[in-house]
C-alpha cells in the first residue's frame, strides 16, 4: 500500500461525458502528479501540482484539467470524453525534493469510455 | 531520441539471478538512473536509484559503469512474484514528471 489513494477504481460511461477522478496523496506530501496508462502510449505524465500550484505540464489535452485542493487532493477533470481516452489513470505523490526520484503511485482509476 | 533503451522481455526460473540492462547513451551530467516495477493494473513502484557505480538495497542492486552510458538492474534469487514490467529512467533529482519507456517485461517461470 502506497498510501495513495484513488477514487473510483473503475469508470465506464459515454463519449462525450465528463468525469472527476480523484486523488488523496500520502500524508505530508505536497506535490501530486497524474499520469494516463494506454496500451498504445505506455504511461504517460500528464501534470504536476505543488502545494496547490500548477508546476510542470506533460502531455495533457486541452480537454483535460486539473486542480490541487488547500487539503492537497486532486482532481483531473475529463471532458468531451472520446473512445481513445479510455485508460488507467494514475496519481502519484511525492515529498519535498530529495535525494530520490521516488513517487508513491495510486491503484489508478480504470476508465471505460463506450 | 528515446532517452533509454531496454529488452522488451526476458524470462528466467525461480532462483535465478535476474539482470536488466538499459542503455542511456545521452545521459547528462545531473541524470540520475532510477529503476520502477510494474505489476499488471497497479501503480509503478520505485526499486532503486544510482548515480555512479552500484546500489544495493533489500531489493535489487544497481551496476553503473563509469561513462554512465548503461545500467543494469540485477534482482537476486528471483520468485514468481518478481514477474512485473520493469522500467528504466534517466531524469535529474527532483524531476517534475517521469518520463517511462516501453519497459522490460520479465517472466518468471517455476
Known amino acids: 500500500d502506497s498510501g495513495v489513494t484513488q477514487t473510483p477504481k473503475h469508470l465506464i460511461t459515454a463519449t462525450g461525458q465528463r468525469v472527476t477522478l480523484r486523488c488523496s496523496p500520502r500524508s505530508g506530501d505536497l506535490s501530486v502528479y497524474w499520469y494516463q496508462q494506454s496500451l498504445d502510449q505506455g504511461l504517460q505524465f500528464l501534470i504536476q501540482y505543488y502545494n496547490g500550484e500548477e508546476r510542470a505540464k506533460g502531455n495533457i489535452l486541452e480537454r483535460f484539467s486539473a486542480q490541487q485542493f488547500p487539503d492537497l487532493h486532486s482532481e483531473l477533470n475529463l471532458s468531451s470524453l472520446e473512445l481513445g481516452d479510455s485508460a488507467l489513470y494514475f496519481c502519484a505523490s511525492s515529498g519535498v525534493a530529495g535525494r530520490y526520484n521516488e513517487q508513491f503511485f495510486g491503484p489508478g482509476t480504470r476508465l471505460t469510455v463506450l | 531520441l528515446a532517452k533509454t533503451t531496454q529488452p522488451i522481455s526476458m524470462d528466467s526460473y525461480e532462483g535465478q539471478e535476474v539482470n536488466i540492462t538499459c542503455s542511456h547513451n545521452?545521459?547528462?551530467?545531473?541524470?540520475?538512473i532510477t529503476w520502477y516495477q510494474q505489476f499488471p493494473s497497479q501503480g509503478p513502484r520505485f526499486i532503486i536509484q544510482g548515480y555512479k557505480t552500484k546500489v544495493t538495497n533489500e531489493v535489487a542492486s544497481l551496476f553503473i559503469p563509469a561513462d554512465r552510458k548503461s545500467s543494469t538492474l540485477s534482482l537476486p534469487r528471483v520468485s514468481l512474484s518478481d514477474t512485473a514490467v520493469y522500467y528504466c529512467?534517466?531524469?535529474?533529482?527532483?524531476?517534475?514528471?517521469?518520463?517511462f519507456g516501453k519497459g522490460t517485461h520479465l517472466i518468471i517461470q517455476p
Open positions: 545521452n545521459i547528462a551530467t545531473n541524470d540520475y
Open positions: 529512467l534517466v531524469e535529474v533529482v527532483g524531476a517534475d514528471g517521469l518520463t
